[in-house]
Nanobody, 125 residues
C-alpha cells in the first residue's frame, strides 16, 4: 500500500522560511514521481514542483522558481520542499502526491494516483 504523509506547515511571517516534508512508503514497482501541490484559499490546486526517482530529476513550476527547492533523502523515503522568502501569496494547503512513471510539471493532477493529506502554510504580512 502506498502512503504519503506531508508535514511541516504552520504560521510564518512574511520573509521567513519553511521546510515541508513528504514521507512516502510502498513505492516499490519501478520509477516514480513525487509531486508537490498547493491550493490557496478559493483557488485551484496546482503542481509546483516534483521529484522523479529516475535519475533524481527535479522540476519546478515557473511560479515558484527561485524560492522553492526540492530535495530527497532516499534513506528516509522523504522528499522535502524548502520555501524561502515566504510571501502572503504562498498561503495554501500543500499536498504531496505520487505516481509511477516520470513527469514534468503536470496540469492535470489526475496523473497522480496517491495523495497525502495536506499541510497548511499560513504566511502573515
Amino acid at each position: 500500500e502506498v502512503q504519503l504523509q506531508a508535514s511541516g506547515g504552520g504560521l510564518v511571517q512574511a520573509g521567513g522560511s519553511l521546510r515541508l516534508s513528504c514521507v512516502y512508503s510502498g513505492l516499490q514497482f519501478g520509477d516514480f514521481v513525487i509531486g508537490w501541490f498547493r491550493q490557496p484559499p478559493g483557488k485551484e490546486r496546482e503542481e509546483i514542483a516534483n521529484f522523479n526517482s529516475n535519475k533524481g530529476r527535479i522540476n519546478y513550476a515557473d511560479s515558484v522558481k527561485g524560492r522553492f527547492t526540492v530535495s530527497n533523502d532516499k534513506a528516509k523515503n522523504t522528499v522535502f520542499l524548502q520555501i524561502e522568502s515566504l510571501e502572503p501569496e504562498d498561503t495554501a494547503v500543500y499536498y504531496c502526491a505520487a505516481a509511477y512513471g516520470t513527469a514534468y510539471i503536470v496540469s492535470d493532477s489526475s496523473f497522480y494516483t496517491y495523495w497525502g493529506q495536506g499541510t497548511l502554510v499560513t504566511v502573515s504580512s
